[in-house]
């Protein structure tokens, strides 16, 4: 086993979905670990916290200070990435400003925003055509950062996925769609459940991350990788998480005419409803290079995955069954 005691990350968005999954994959390899936040929510231990304001450049530098590799996992919430002070953009410069000059390198989470509605295969010499504004600052944020990377002398090395789940993952489609009523014995459908749809599962995502930094000495300046997941269509899905209950739950479509009528006056509402698109093209990651790096066999059956994270959101009475149900 490499021994990985003497490299350090820095996980800048420690209390998010993709930052904690990440910083476990790199505590478990043995990384020296630091993550970054306003304040520590993550409920596990094995780093080193540091406090901080992600738009302050002073933060910024003590949280990468020491740091090998940085994984930039910050977000905002949908409605305020146009946000002309504090923005997507104008973080990911604070960030960029922070790695001028050090040689590190900066892991990014990138998603699939930046590609077009009917770009169904997407690999990662694919010209970036943005359907929506959110995927235009994508693009312009992954511009900059190759740009600045080239200029100031760290490597930049990009992670796309598609979207995320996992176990006491909180904020995915899986947990506030899809699994937002099972305290009442329902699925929700999110769409016309034949279209295929790509899925990450956050603890497998979070493992690309520590595969990538440990190949970065054999990467080029600049790289972007698309890691595949699963690719199942929302019937296979609901299937694979009535597998998993102890008793079958009845399937619900999700009320998109609600999410509309709230657009009208809900500015997230209203960013949610642009990205329905992603539900009703089937679109597909493809990267053999990646899947060389991770080698045969590397992920979690989906059935496992799909498990454990409806384990997670299944109400105490349903997990009563479980038990029942396993021990029979």
């Known amino acids: 086993m490499t021994d990985n005691s003497n490299q350090t990350v820095a996980i800048l968005g420690i209390n998010g979905r993709i930052g904690q999954f990440a910083a476990k994959a790199f505590i478990d390899a ?20 540091v406090e901080g304001d992600a738009f302050n450049l002073k933060d910024m530098q003590r949280a990468v200070e020491g740091a090998d590799v940085v994984v930039h996992a910050l977000n905002l ?5 146009a946000d002309d002070e504090k923005g997507a953009v104008q973080l990911n410069r604070v960030v960029l400003e922070a790695m001028k000059g050090s040689g590190k390198t900066l892991l990014f989470a990138g998603n699939i925003y930046n590609y077009g509605a009917k770009d169904h295969k997407l690999t990662p010499d694919l010209p970036q055509r943005p359907a929506t504004d959110k995927g235009e600052i994508r693009v312009q944020m992954e511009q900059e950062m190759v740009d600045a990377g080239r200029a100031h002398n760290f490597q930049v090395l990009i992670i796309r996925a598609s979207d995320f789940f ?13 699994g937002r009523e099972f305290n009442k014995g329902k699925i929700t459908r999110i769409c016309d459940g034949k279209t295929l749809h790509s899925w990450a599962y956050l ?5 690309v991350f520590e595969k990538i930094a440990g190949h970065r000495d054999q990467l080029g300046a600049y790289e972007n990788f698309h890691f595949a997941g699963y690719r199942v269509t929302g019937d296979q899905l609901i299937a694979t998480i009535q597998a998993a209950l102890p008793t079958s ?27 329905r698109y992603l539900w009703q093209e089937p679109h597909q990651l493809v990267d053999p290079k990646l899947d060389e790096i991770l080698g045969p066999n590397f992920g979690t059956p989906f059935e496992r995955a799909v498990a454990e994270t409806t384990y997670s959101l299944l109400p105490e009475s349903e997990l009563a069954k479980l038990k029942i149900k396993l021990a029979a």
Not at 77 to 81: A, M, N
Not at 203 to 207: E, S
């Open 249 to 275: 739950f009845k399937v619900v479509q999700l009320p998109w005419w609600v999410f509309n009528t709230m657009a009208l006056f809900n500015p997230m509402m209203r960013e949610i409803v642009k990205m």
């Open 77 to 81: 919430p949908y409605d305020k990435w």
């Open 30 to 49: 043995g990384w020296q670990v630091k993550g970054f936040g306003r304040a520590n929510r993550a409920p596990f231990q094995g780093f080193e916290f």
């Open 203 to 207: 603890p497998d995502l979070g493992r």
């Open 166 to 178: 996992g176990p006491d993952a909180t904020g995915s489609w899986f947990d506030l769609a899809i």
